[in-house]
């Protein structure tokens, strides 16, 4: 199973919008609405953003939201702060019953 | 307060094997899936394996698959993954993770601050 594509790396300014894509085929994004983000700070363990393609857990800020179009889901975060910056994360349930990531796009906030 | 709480990481020669361990509290074990996710030094995620609620389903990841076993003990509120065969590529910080369901494990909603598992000579 070879891993969702997403960008290595991303940047913003404060207060922008900035979206995050992954890309994956008609065996996972494509065919199923489990596509879940996580975000990551370094040495720290990741956590989870968003689920079912656009539902965001409880305590996650409205600034966060998840869409999906055919294989490719995307991340968007708008109104960009300095506590953002951090490594995201896309995952997505397979037809072969396992879970795949992506390789991990790195946020920069300017 | 929901916490998870992995242990077993180490050092161990190539061939060898390691059991990990993950200590839940906080929720109803019993009643949710729960998933081991790896990470390679500077690296990306990587899902290992998962496991249903009850421990009757267990999925595993190919590059683990005969080499790993995942389980699970409800009446004492642990996660386990023994691994064998361990592999110089095996070496990451593993995660263990909790599913919002019971028996769907595709996304994680608690981690546990992960234990390093290190394959050297």
């Known amino acids: 199973q070879s891993a969702l594509t997403q960008a290595a790396s991303v940047s913003g300014s404060p207060g922008q919008s900035i979206t995050i894509s992954c890309t994956g085929t008609?065996?996972?994004?494509?065919?199923?609405?489990?596509v879940s983000w996580y975000q990551q700070h370094p040495g720290k363990a990741p956590k989870l953003m968003i689920y079912d393609v656009s539902n965001r857990p409880s305590g996650v800020s409205n600034r966060f939201s998840g869409s999906k179009s055919g294989n490719t889901a995307s991340l968007t975060i708008s109104g960009l702060q300095a506590e953002d910056e951090a490594d995201y994360y896309c995952?997505?349930?397979?037809?072969?019953?396992?879970?795949?990531f992506g390789g991990g796009t790195k946020l920069t906030v300017l | 307060e929901v916490q998870l709480l992995e242990s077993g990481g180490g050092l161990v020669q190539p061939g060898g094997s390691l059991r990990l361990s993950c200590a839940a509290s906080?929720?109803?074990?019993?009643?949710?899936?729960m998933s081991w996710v790896r990470q390679a030094p500077g690296k990306g995620l990587e899902w290992v394996s998962s496991?249903?609620?009850?421990?009757?389903?267990?999925y595993y990841a190919d590059s683990v698959k005969g080499r790993f076993t995942i389980s699970r003990d409800n009446s004492k509120s642990t996660l386990y993954l023994q691994m064998n065969s361990l592999r110089a590529e095996d070496t990451a910080v593993y995660y263990c993770a909790k599913s919002r369901y019971a028996a769907y494990y595709y996304d994680m909603d608690v981690w546990g601050k992960g234990t390093t598992g290190t394959v050297s000579s």
């Open positions: 496991i249903s609620y009850s421990g009757g389903s267990t």
């Open positions: 906080g929720f109803t074990f019993s009643s949710y899936a």
């Open positions: 995952s997505s349930y397979t037809s072969s019953s396992t879970v795949v």
């Open positions: 008609s065996s996972d994004v494509g065919d199923y609405n489990y």
